[in-house]
């Protein structure tokens, strides 16, 4: 391996490694604008220049690959004078808008002008304008403070995967445009933001919302998805303001999704703060005391087999607990969290998974993917497999139905149709891909919902297990068995055995019975607009959520529950990993933490209340029940065993599988920059009168 000294320290570095990357495992500062360690070297800002012996002038470190024997000077005169010269140069038509900028307290060229730069300018020349570029509804543009560090350029390409961003003209004309004037057409436009080193993109539903050094941060993780991506929750009194991403290299690395990133404005809408009464088919207001003892009237005398509970996508592992304790204090089977009616074994852990860690996703050479919608459903693990196609030496398949051609996956893949029948040839290995599956070193198959809750999602289900177990995608040191689930709260769900017990019904089952009358109390945990309000109608319906949807304009009682963003609460993620939420800020009003109001719940109606009145003692309950809780941000390997079923396939074919990203929850369903985004930014044809909103 060669060595460098920097600064009169010299160390030993692989292969291939460039200065700025050996200077920084030394702790020695390299400003830089265009270079970002996830993104293509572009060697364009000359902002990392430094002094190397010998050489006729200063290199740019950041492209400058490291050779034995080479002596770097970072600090000297000529280094300080070249770097006060480029600054000169990027300030020249620099406009003097900093005390209105959205990237103040945050900006790169701020920060390093203010350590670098030479506090005057040489130059008295008008500035150049640059007209502003519309680039959606989630990004505002200010072109004339752009330096042309083409980091927006290069993410778009390689992590966006689309190439929607590129420069235009040359010299003094230079611009960054997207093509046709289009707005930026992905799922991670936000991330364009961030990686921005000066105000040229900025966030247009933050615009002018508050400061950085105003805002108080919260370290949690995001639940509109069940990837679980690490975030920074940022209030300003009683409002979240925004969120950003938190560094996580096992699952969302430095990015995030629109959705993650700005379906908060809708935490302070439409939100559930004091319970309610339905007396005379009109809800009232009501305390808390009113609407436990309407329970309670309900409830008595009632039989455990006419009591059933459903909980939510959003729902925490805590008050999944409590629900489940209470249903089993009334004497009910009937409780259930899987609401798509996927056919899910849940006989092992490793059978329900996405066993593969998110991050191992790189060392994948085959994917085949069965009626998983990836790019929609989980965008960090998209994001991962582009990631591992430019890498090369990766292959993929997809069966599944159609995709919205402005939305596929952003890397190639054979596609296999939308007959799921090809299942028998693979695992025959008379496909034409059965080949190059066999000899991947280390494939995998990732299994979505929209097979699953197929009338043949058991067989499919089996079908897919048997060739992960003959194509040898599950072995001692690798699991490339995945299912793919779309809700934060499945996992976690399914964990804590949220599931019918013995004699108990699945949701679908729960309604129909409500609907013949053998159903007579249901409870919806934060269950919206999964359930039938005309095949539930005449049960007696408690709704405890945070939002006021569907759930809860067809509900008898109303229990405002906490978001996300207002508890402390426990999530499992789609890789198994044990995740936690942190207040952020207070719930409105009377609103409480949901197993917080289950406990109170149940010393009303049970004879013996539930056993815990702290938050730890819930978290003991959870230990219990599954010892997995007791790990916290591990991946722990799963048990895996066959997944067997008599089923049979079926000739059905699939379904077209549309972009359904934006308003797949309540919370997003309820904000406005979720709307906005459907409107234009999906196509008319693929979306619905119940996505796009009344």
């Known amino acids: 391996m060669p060595k460098i000294t920097i600064d009169g320290r010299t160390i030993e570095v692989e292969s291939g490694t460039t200065v700025l990357q050996a200077a920084r495992s030394l702790e020695t500062e390299i400003p830089v604008f265009c270079y970002h360690e996830r993104l293509d070297v572009a060697g364009n800002c000359r902002m990392c220049l430094v002094e190397q012996e010998n050489a006729p002038k200063p290199i740019a470190s950041c492209a400058m690959p490291v050779m034995d024997g080479m002596v770097i000077h970072t600090n000297t005169e000529k280094v300080r004078k070249a770097r006060e010269g480029v600054l000169e140069f990027l ?30 300018s040489r130059y008295d020349y008008a500035k150049r304008a640059v007209p502003e570029k519309y680039m959606g509804p989630l990004i505002k543009t200010f072109m004339t403070r752009c330096i042309h560090c083409t980091r927006c350029v290069r993410f778009a390409d390689r992590v966006g995967g689309k190439a929607e961003l590129g420069g235009i003209a040359r010299g003094e004309n230079a611009e960054i445009t997207t093509y046709l004037d289009a707005s930026v057409k992905t799922e991670l436009s936000g991330n364009l933001v961030d990686i921005c080193p000066v105000g040229a993109l900025t966030s247009r539903p933050y615009s002018y919302q508050g400061r950085p050094w105003e805002l108080r941060k919260t370290n949690s993780i995001d639940v509109h998805d069940a990837v679980g991506s690490n975030i920074s929750v940022q209030t300003f009194g009683m409002k979240v303001r925004r969120i950003l991403p938190r560094l996580h290299e096992g699952i969302n690395e430095e990015w995030i999704s629109d959705k993650t990133r700005h379906a908060c404005d809708a935490l302070a809408l439409q939100r559930l703060d004091r319970p309610y009464i339905r007396e005379k088919g009109k809800l009232r207001p009501a ?24 909980a939510g996508d959003l729902a925490d592992c805590e008050a999944m607990i409590a629900l489940k304790d209470l249903m089993l204090g009334l004497g009910s089977p009937h409780f259930d969290c899987v ?9 092992t852990r490793g059978q329900y998974l996405f066993n593969t860690p998110i991050a191992d996703l790189e060392k994948t050479d085959f994917a085949l993917i069965i009626g998983a919608n990836i790019r929609a459903d989980a965008s960090m693990v998209h994001t991962r497999l582009r990631k591992r196609y430019l890498e ?22 054979d596609d296999l149709g939308n007959d799921v029948t090809v299942l028998e040839a693979i695992l025959a290995g008379k496909h034409s891909i059965s080949k190059a599956l066999k000899k991947a070193k280390s494939p995998v198959i990732i299994v979505g919902y929209d097979a699953l809750k197929r009338a043949d999602g058991p067989a499919i289900l089996t079908k897919a297990s048997e060739i992960a177990e003959s194509y040898g995608m599950i072995r001692e040191e690798w699991n490339g068995f995945n299912i793919l689930h779309k809700a934060a709260s499945r996992v976690g769900g399914l964990d804590v055995g949220f599931i019918p017990q013995a004699g108990g019904m699945t949701k679908d089952k729960i309604e129909s019975a409500c609907e013949n009358g053998d159903i007579t109390f249901l409870y919806l945990l934060g269950v919206d607009n999964e359930i039938c309000p005309t095949k539930t109608k005449s049960a007696f319906k408690v709704y405890q959520g945070h939002h006021g949807d569907l759930g809860a304009h067809n509900a008898d009682v109303i229990l405002p529950g906490a978001a996300y963003t207002e508890k402390d609460a426990t999530y499992v993620n789609l890789e198994g990993r044990v995740q936690q939420t942190y207040l952020a800020l207070n719930p409105p009003g009377e609103a409480k933490e949901d197993w917080r109001i289950l406990r109170a719940l149940s010393a009303v109606v049970l004879d013996n209340p539930l056993p815990y009145d702290t938050l730890a003692q819930v978290r003991e309950r959870l230990q219990e029940v599954n010892p997995i809780f007791k790990t916290l941000d591990e991946i722990v390997p799963a048990q895996w065993k066959p997944i067997t079923s008599k089923a049979a396939l079926k000739t059905t074919k699939f379904a077209p599988s549309p972009f359904d990203f934006y308003r797949t929850n309540v919370i997003a369903g309820t904000s406005p920059t979720m709307a906005k985004c459907v409107q234009e930014l999906c196509r008319p044809s693929t979306l619905t009168q119940e996505k796009i909103g009344a």
């Open 392 to 413: 090369g030496g990766f292959k993929a398949a997809y069966l599944g139905g159609v995709l919205d051609s402005d939305r596929d996956f952003t890397f190639a893949y």
């Open 339 to 347: 609401l798509e009616g996927a056919a899910l074994s849940t006989k």
């Open 91 to 120: 300030l020249m038509n620099h406009p003097l808008d900093c005390p209105i900028c959205d990237q103040g307290g945050e900006c790169d060229l701020q920060d390093i002008t203010m350590s670098y730069g030479r506090g005057e």
């Open 287 to 310: 305390t808390f005391e009113e609407a436990f003892a309407k329970i309670s009237e309900k409830l008595k005398g009632s039989d455990g087999s006419k009591i059933a509970a459903l």
